[in-house]
């Protein structure tokens, strides 16, 4: 059997000291073979509270729920993600957040779907509510006329 070394004896050797530092409670540091990709937080399994939500009061209107509020979505984790209908990477992302969204949201995820108007046929509220019918949007999303 070969490894990355090419030598199996020293890597079965190297296995065998980190195993004996750990059951004789020595600490072994692990480091990573691969660089790690620019923007990665190294230490985001220990994410800080930043702040708090901001209020979703200059909403105009809603889609899929009554308004939400801060106060109501304390202790909840909150992914808001802002989209719009013709946005092509909006729509290229919509299946993970779905995804998530289904294994999470019975573990206190709320998805949060801001609605960011870029072009003027996207600040119709009615085009708004068809295309979010017609991709089958279904978290709460405020809406904010310009």
Same mark, same amino acid.
């Not at 993970?96 to 019975?106: D, E, H, N, P």
């Not at 995820?109 to 949007?137: K, Y």
């Given at each position: !059997? #070969?490894?990355?070394?090419?030598?199996?004896?020293?890597?079965?050797?190297?296995?065998?000291?980190?195993?004996?530092?750990?059951?004789?409670?020595?600490?072994?540091? !692990?480091?990573?073979?691969?660089?790690?990709?620019?923007?990665?937080?190294?230490?985001?399994?220990?994410?800080?509270?930043?702040?708090?939500?901001?209020?979703?009061?200059?909403?105009?209107?809603?889609?899929?729920?009554?308004?939400?509020?801060?106060?109501?979505?304390?202790?909840?984790?909150?992914?808001?993600?802002?989209? #719009?209908?013709?946005?092509?990477?909006?729509? /290229?992302?919509?299946?993970?957040?779905?995804?998530?969204?289904? /294994?999470?949201?019975?573990?206190?995820?709320?998805?949060?779907?801001?609605? #960011?108007? &870029?072009?003027?046929?996207?600040?119709?509220?009615?085009?708004?509510?068809?295309?979010?019918? &017609?991709?089958?949007?279904?978290?709460?999303?405020p809406l904010r006329r310009r």
């Amino acid at each position: !059997m #070969t490894s990355r070394s090419g030598r199996a004896d020293l890597d079965a050797e190297v296995a065998l000291d980190s195993v004996g530092d750990i059951l004789h409670g020595e600490s072994m540091v !692990m480091t990573a073979h691969w660089p790690v990709p620019a923007g990665l937080h190294t230490a985001s399994a220990w994410l800080p509270v930043e702040g708090e939500l901001p209020s979703f009061d200059s909403a105009t209107g809603w889609l899929n729920s009554p308004p939400l509020t801060a106060p109501g979505l304390r202790g909840k984790v909150v992914l808001v993600n802002f989209w #719009t209908f013709t946005c092509i990477n909006w729509l /290229r992302q919509l299946p993970y957040v779905r995804a998530r969204a289904g /294994r999470y949201s019975g573990q206190g995820l709320v998805v949060v779907g801001v609605h #960011t108007p &870029e072009f003027g046929v996207e600040q119709d509220i009615d085009n708004v509510s068809r295309a979010a019918q &017609e991709t089958g949007i279904d978290p709460a999303s405020p809406l904010r006329r310009r």
